[in-house]
């Protein structure tokens, strides 16, 4: 079955630290993936989506991540993060021409910055 | 401000009772949108897909009879919970699909089965 990984439960970095955060998925296929945030007590937020074209993908709030095929990767970055940007941070996947439009979350990385 | 709205956002029922969930698209006619279960420290579930005019498609091991789901609009989906148990407490949250726009959650409801 599909699934999507992501590597860290949870992170704790201090402000101003660079974030990279894991994100694999198993499906052979193409498939189009997504970077979700959901701040305490907030609904999840799309912080970035790749659905083709140039790997490299710049969301909001300073946040990228490179798809890397070869490695059924989605990696999430920040070169310097933020208080603010406290919150979990959840990888999800759709899966192209299959079922359309059901994304398969990862179960989340938790990110806690340090002031 | 929000573009999917979803209410109530926190329900507390009687064991037995049953619960209906609300989710609007306020500004995208919606054809598809999605149900999720979220237990604690653990990742979003699809629950069903809700098909406007049509049934819902639900996920292996989600029981039809006990979640039902209506989408009789474009602008609306509501999942009914039945006879509602504690074991059913849990975070709900619908999302459409607006296309290109990607998915856009609502605030999610927590419901607490007593």
């Known amino acids: 079955a599909q699934s999507v990984s992501q590597h860290n439960h949870h992170v704790i970095l201090s402000e101003a630290a660079s974030l990279e955060l894991g994100c694999n998925y198993s499906y052979g296929g193409t498939v189009n993936l997504f970077w979700y945030v959901q701040y305490p007590g907030q609904h999840l937020q799309l912080l970035l989506k790749?659905?083709?074209?140039?790997?490299l993908v710049k969301g909001i709030k300073g946040f990228e991540a490179e798809f890397i095929k070869s490695k059924f990767s989605f990696n999430l970055r920040k070169p310097s993060v933020q208080w603010s940007d406290t919150a979990e941070y959840f990888c999800?996947?759709?899966?192209?021409?299959?079922?359309?439009?059901?994304?398969?979350f990862g179960k989340g990385t938790k990110l806690s910055v340090k002031p | 401000g929000a573009v999917v709205s979803q209410h109530p956002s926190w329900v507390i029922c009687k064991s037995g009772t049953s619960v209906k969930i609300e989710c609007r698209s306020l500004d995208f006619q919606a054809t598809t949108m999605f149900w999720y279960r979220q237990f604690p420290k653990q990742s979003l579930m699809l629950m069903a897909t809700s098909n406007e005019g049509s049934k819902a498609t639900y996920e292996q091991g989600v029981e039809k009879d006990k979640f039902l789901i209506n989408h009789a609009s474009l602008t609306l989906s509501t999942l009914t919970v039945t006879s509602a148990h504690p074991e059913d407490s849990s975070f709900y949250i619908c999302?459409?699909?607006?296309?290109?726009?990607?998915?856009?959650f609502g605030s999610g409801t927590r419901l607490t089965v007593v």
């Open positions: 999800a996947v759709t899966l192209y021409g299959g079922s359309q439009g059901n994304l398969i």
């Open positions: 999302s459409v699909d607006r296309g290109l726009r990607g998915y856009t």
């Open positions: 790749y659905f083709s074209g140039d790997p």
